[in-house]
């Protein structure tokens, strides 16, 4: 019910953002994504970027704009787990569809997507005197939630620690093959939570 009834307003948002800072084909810019993520207080800069590349490339259609949502609360999660010391299912939440689905519908509702009235107000503030809403903050539940994050020692690599060559290789040969693996999971639940939704239906019959 959420998702359907933000319809009309995701491409309101769209096309707002695409008015100011779109090309003449009808596509946003990277300028205007960042001005959207400004406004909702979705990301920084650089994650926005990243976030924009991904999902859509040089420009964005109207038809990627779900798509570039759903990789930016993905991003959110996973900018919320990399602390973490341990994760429970050796992969982490940005794999886990359920997740994503929950925090795509979050971030939705944080950007007023359902509500025209206050979305109306929050883009006519945002153009008028450039007036944003808060950041957007995606709680992890359990069993994220409960895990004991890295301290700054943990997260730091030993500066003098000299290991040989060859176990140098086959760690970095490991950790390379566990995070293109982690990348595979990632990607086939945001794929699966983004199908999840009525969200591209929608816009596609539109």
């Known amino acids: 019910k959420l998702l359907k ?28 994504f960042i001005l ?3 406004c909702f207080g979705v990301l920084n800069k650089d ?6 590349k991904k999902a859509s490339g040089s420009d964005m259609s109207p038809a990627k704009f779900p798509h570039v949502l759903m990789e930016s609360a993905a991003r959110v999660v996973e900018e919320e787990a990399e602390d973490l010391e341990t994760k429970p299912d050796g992969v982490g939440p940005s794999a886990d569809v359920a997740i994503l689905t929950q925090a795509f519908s979050e971030l939705c509702r944080h950007m007023l997507l359902s509500n025209t009235k206050a ?5 006519d503030n945002y153009r008028r005197v450039g007036d944003r809403l808060p950041q957007f903050v995606f709680e992890l539940p359990e069993p ?33 093959k566990a995070n293109a693996e982690e990348g595979k999971q990632r990607q086939d639940a945001l794929n699966s939570a983004l199908r999840s939704s009525a969200v591209v239906k929608l816009l596609k019959a539109s």
Do not use: H
């Open 5 to 32: 009834a933000s319809e009309p307003n995701i491409r309101r948002v769209f096309e707002f953002f695409q008015r100011w800072k779109g090309t003449p084909s009808g596509d946003m810019t990277l300028a205007g």
């Open 36 to 38: 959207l993520g400004e």
């Open 47 to 52: 994650s926005l970027k990243v976030v924009f």
């Open 119 to 123: 979305l109306g107000k929050c883009l």
């Open 144 to 176: 994220y939630a409960s895990q004991p994050k890295k301290n700054a020692e943990e997260a730091a690599e030993p500066s003098n620690a000299v290991a040989p060559l060859q176990s140098a290789g086959q760690g970095k040969l490991a950790k390379y």
